[in-house]
T-cell receptor, first 118, second 114 residues
Framework: GAGVSQSPSNKVTEKGKDVELRCDPISGHTALYWYRQSLGQGLEFLIYFQGNSAPDKSGLPSDRFSAERTGGSVSTLTIQRTQQEDSAVYLC????????????????FGDGTRLSIL | AQSVTQPDIHITVSEGASLELRCNYSYGATPYLFWYVQSPGQGLQLLLKYFSGDTLVQGIKGFEAEFKRSQSSFNLRKPSVHWSDAAEYFCAVGAYSSASKIIFGSGTRLSIRP
């Protein structure tokens, strides 16, 4: 597709269950980001993938959170043993990050996955 | 490390009035700066960006922003707001290095008074 696609759009699960959230970035985009947005809050950075470099995981809130990006394209964010405080909208964004001037191109966002933990 | 501050959590302006949303950044070198808008239930849409060159940048939907290095600011402006501009606005800063992430401010919610 033309944009960043996230699935599912909504996910309701019970506390303690594991969840997987998927992000399909724009084709050719080398950078992929995950953010968390709690109700009425700003964007909390979670993790950043850039090409073949080691991901920047500095924003992951606990070891229950992990993410992978297979083949430099699709990414999956996994939350294990979910807690109620994990309820939020999880946003994925992708961009083209090259080298040299103007290499830091704007991010394109998906519509997010709204995660609700009962 | 870079950081972004949006000092106004919520702003209300009358339809047709002018608008200025504040953004202050902290970064040791020349930053890349962005403004995004988020409508309810939607992802973020890029309004405009500054990389280099002219410090006054024009964006979509009639928005503009001015990069002021001396004040470490990148304020968003619009001369006359429309009811459809009601949304959440986020300022973001990125660094030259492709290894670094883009950091977002906490956002400013804009309400429009009829």
């Amino acid at each position: 597709g033309a944009g960043v696609s996230q699935s599912p759009s909504n996910k309701v699960t019970e506390k303690g269950k594991d969840v997987e959230l998927r992000c399909d970035p724009i084709s050719g985009h080398t950078a992929l980001y995950w953010y968390r947005q709690s109700l009425g809050q700003g964007l909390e950075f979670l993790i950043y993938f850039q090409g073949n470099s080691a991901p920047d995981k500095s924003g992951l809130p606990s070891d229950r959170f992990s993410a992978e990006r297979t083949g430099g394209s699709v990414s999956t964010l996994t939350i294990q043993r979910t807690q109620q405080e994990d309820s939020a909208v999880y946003l994925c964004a992708s961009s083209f990050r090259g080298r040299g001037p103007n290499s830091n191109q704007p991010q394109h966002f998906g519509d997010g996955t709204r995660l609700s933990i009962l | 490390a870079q950081s972004v501050t949006q000092p106004d959590i919520h702003i209300t302006v009358s339809e047709g009035a002018s608008l200025e949303l504040r953004c202050n950044y902290s970064y040791g070198a020349t930053p890349y700066l962005f403004w995004y808008v988020q409508s309810p239930g939607q992802g973020l849409q890029l309004l405009l960006k500054y990389f280099s060159g002219d410090t006054l940048v024009q964006g979509i939907k009639g928005f503009e922003a001015e990069f002021k290095r001396s004040q470490s600011s990148f304020n968003l402006r619009k001369p006359s707001v429309h009811w459809s501009d009601a949304a959440e606005y986020f300022c973001a800063v990125g660094a030259y290095s492709s290894a670094s992430k883009i950091i977002f401010g906490s956002g400013t919610r804009l309400s429009i008074r009829p």
